[in-house]
């Protein structure tokens, strides 16, 4: 069974950047879709990015187009979320999910994912 952990959140200042990782273990990640969700406090867990490993298709949420981006290393079953120029709106718990999903062209639903990590905290805050 795939299991997920995340690591590398936590405190950062508005404009900062942090990188996410997300290790798995109990499987190949290359051959799973990936994505990134996040869950601020009193919110709905929202999809952030995702990528698929069948077309290489990607989703990206509008509010983070040009400051997230979404990788892989195969080589270390790991796949990373690169955040730049944070904002207070960041903050939330951050979570990674692996499913085979064939295609992120019409969207990235987070129903679909069946393995999902345990979470970890970005607060961008002064």
């Known amino acids: 069974q795939l299991q997920l952990v995340e690591s590398g959140g936590g405190l950062v200042q508005p404009g900062g950047s942090l990188r996410l990782s997300c290790a798995a273990s109990g499987g190949t990640l290359a051959h799973y879709a990936i994505g990134w969700f996040r869950q601020a406090p009193g919110q709905e867990r929202e999809a952030v990015s995702c990528?698929?490993?069948?077309?290489?298709?990607?989703y990206n949420r509008a509010s983070v187009k040009g400051r997230f981006t979404i990788s892989r290393d195969d080589a270390k079953n790991t796949v990373y979320l690169q955040m730049n120029s944070l904002k207070p709106e960041d903050t939330a718990v951050y979570y990674c999910a692996a499913d085979f999903i064939f295609t992120m062209l019409g969207g990235c639903d987070e129903g679909d994912f069946g393995s999902w990590g345990q979470g970890i905290q970005v607060t961008v805050s002064s």
């Open positions: 990528v698929s490993a069948s077309d290489g298709s990607k």
